[in-house]
């Protein structure tokens, strides 16, 4: 199981930080845990995603240099902080993770076979 919890009402030009917790022994041979978001009206998007031992990231063009995504392994928790928020990052934030190494690339929304249920960022202008 994935739970996010984090999101709220910003204005724009501030931050937030998302958390995701995976819980179960599902995620013993997670490979990669990634974020991803869907504004209404529009396909849900890769954001950033995190190898979990490796620790290296990947990131969104349109959130780099804003966005770095974290991970605590011993509380298997994956972070999300996001600065400088835009109205346009306006979206529900979904955890996801896969089930191993193989599969499309990180940023395909295909290689993911977990998700949490979201948790909603709203960014006021």
């Known amino acids: 199981q994935l739970v996010e919890s984090g999101g709220g009402l910003v204005q724009a030009g501030g931050s937030l930080r998302l958390s995701c917790v995976a819980s179960?022994?599902?995620?013993?041979?997670?490979?990669?845990m990634a974020w991803f978001r869907q504004a209404p009206g529009k396909e849900r998007e890769f954001v950033a995603a995190?190898?979990?031992?490796?620790?290296?990231?990947l990131y969104a063009d349109s959130v780099k240099g804003r966005v770095t995504i974290s991970k605590d392994n011993a509380k298997r928790l994956v972070y999300l902080q996001m600065n400088t928020l835009k109205p346009e990052d306006t979206a529900i934030y979904y955890c996801?993770?896969?089930?191993?190494?193989?599969?499309?690339?990180?940023?395909?929304?295909?290689?993911?076979?977990?998700w949490g249920q979201g948790t909603q960022v709203t960014v006021s202008s």
């Open positions: 996801a993770a896969d089930r191993g190494p193989y599969g499309p690339y990180l940023s395909v929304r295909a290689r993911y076979e977990y």
């Open positions: 179960g022994r599902t995620f013993a041979s997670t490979y990669a």
């Open positions: 995190i190898r979990w031992s490796a620790g290296t990231t």
